[in-house]
């Protein structure tokens, strides 16, 4: 299985709910990141987690909450989202954030994205 | 920090022909570098990565890239073009000083015509 699931494929979602973005992998990754892609764009970092524990968060809005229950899940929590929130979110998990000779050889598996509009 | 450049926005070629899709990278340590392609509304499929050794990497669906690591590029190429290599295709790099991040380019749509 080389694959990262991503649930729902397409959301749409008011200004004061309240939604989750989940991701899935069973290929043993202990990395997992959250990328924002706007239209045309490169996908932009979000968040990293490394066994299970948050590495990286480049400055993202509060509004915007991860969580990883286990090694094969990770969440994106949302609240009260503004409309240029409105993206493609991926998920994507690598083998480790260093690989097993110590140096970073380990290439990121995306998923398809959850394509998110906030009216 | 670290940094990778892809410098044209679109490139077009001609079914069968040659195709090349440039980018430069900057890091402070040894550079890991990959190249990714998404269809429409799709997420990124991994095509091949440069780690050490050979300068010439092969990767998925006959495409190659050549590391050259004095003009800090990682052009991507293809000897001959299909119709169906139509995408964006974005490079990456993870800077061997800075663990976690992977750092992708702008982006060079790929046109493909009949």
């Known amino acids: 299985d080389t694959e990262v699931t991503q649930t729902p494929k397409h959301l749409v979602m008011g200004m004061t709910n309240k939604k989750s973005l989940k991701c899935e992998q069973h290929?043993?990754?202990?990395?997992m990141y959250w990328y924002k892609q706007k239209a045309k764009k490169p996908p932009e970092l979000m968040f990293v987690?490394?066994?299970?524990?948050?590495?990286i968060n480049e400055s993202v809005p509060s509004r915007f909450s991860p969580e990883c229950p286990n090694s094969s899940l990770l969440n994106l929590h949302l609240h009260a989202l503004q409309p240029e929130d409105s993206a493609l979110y991926l998920c994507?998990?690598?083998?480790?954030?260093?690989?097993?000779?110590?140096?970073?050889?380990?290439?990121?598996?995306f998923g398809q994205g959850t394509r998110l509009t906030v009216v | 920090a670290q940094s990778v450049a892809q410098p044209e926005d679109q490139v077009n070629v001609a079914e069968g022909n040659p195709l090349t899709v440039k980018c430069t990278y900057s890091?402070?340590?040894?550079?890991?570098l990959f190249w990714y392609v998404q269809y429409p509304n799709r997420g990124l499929q991994f095509l091949l990565k440069?780690?050490?050794?050979?300068?010439l990497v092969k990767g998925s669906y006959g495409f190659e890239a050549e590391f050259n690591k004095s003009q800090t590029s990682f052009h991507l190429k293809k000897p001959s073009a299909l119709v169906s290599d139509s995408a964006l295709y974005f490079c990456?790099?993870?800077?061997?000083?800075?663990?976690?991040?992977?750092?992708f380019g702008s982006g060079t749509r790929l046109s493909i015509r009949p």
């Open positions: 440069y780690i050490t050794g050979d300068n």
């Open positions: 290929m043993g990754h202990r990395a």
């Open positions: 990456a790099v993870r800077d061997g000083s800075s663990a976690s991040k992977i750092i």
């Open positions: 890091v402070s340590g040894n550079p890991y």
């Open positions: 994507a998990s690598s083998q480790d954030l260093f690989g097993r000779d110590g140096a970073m050889n380990t290439e990121a598996f």
């Open positions: 987690y490394s066994y299970e524990k948050l590495s």
